[in-house]
């Protein structure tokens, strides 16, 4: 990489400083069009930002034999991690410039088992509540008929920076 090339954003992630001088909404978009780095992670699981707009946000991916625990179906961290992803990102959407937040807890309900066969699952998050110290989200995972196959709840910390 010479002086005059941008770093590919595939490998870096954003400064504290950066993600402090825009909305959270402004975060997000940047992602989504890839003029800022997404989260690494989602390189592991497929993960794509397909919406975001105020207090929700969608992610999309394809369960993989290589997301599979050891009785054969899709380990419960992948559907765990896609609904964290997605009510974390509606808090953060809903947040403004120089705050930012951390996951307190999040519980999740796993309603039908997720296999390869089940195809492109859909996770939204949607923000219930968000207050100066805190905020609350819920998050629905469904295949591509909309039926629900996990739930969860999750409460954040919001803290400026």
């Not at 992670?41 to 993989?64: D, H």
């Amino acid at each position: 990489m010479t002086a005059s090339q941008p770093p590919d954003v595939s490998t870096v992630i954003v400064s504290p400083e950066l993600l402090a001088s825009m909305t959270g909404l402004e975060y997000l978009q940047k992602m989504q069009r890839g003029e800022l780095p997404g989260m690494p992670i989602a390189k592991t699981l497929g993960l794509e930002l397909a919406e975001v707009e105020q207090g929700r946000a969608v992610f999309v991916s394809t369960p993989v034999f290589e997301h599979y625990n050891a009785i054969g179906t899709v380990h419960a961290g992948y559907t765990a991690t896609l609904l964290d992803s997605c009510m974390a990102c509606a808090v953060l959407s809903a947040l403004p410039k120089g705050t930012g937040f951390t996951t307190m807890e999040f519980k999740v309900s796993l309603l039908r088992p997720v296999t390869k066969e089940t195809g492109i699952v859909r996770a939204e998050g949607t923000l219930l509540s968000r207050g100066r110290r805190g905020a609350a989200a819920e998050g629905r995972l469904t295949d591509a008929n909309g039926k629900l196959l996990a739930h969860a709840t999750t409460t954040c910390l919001i803290f400026e920076f």
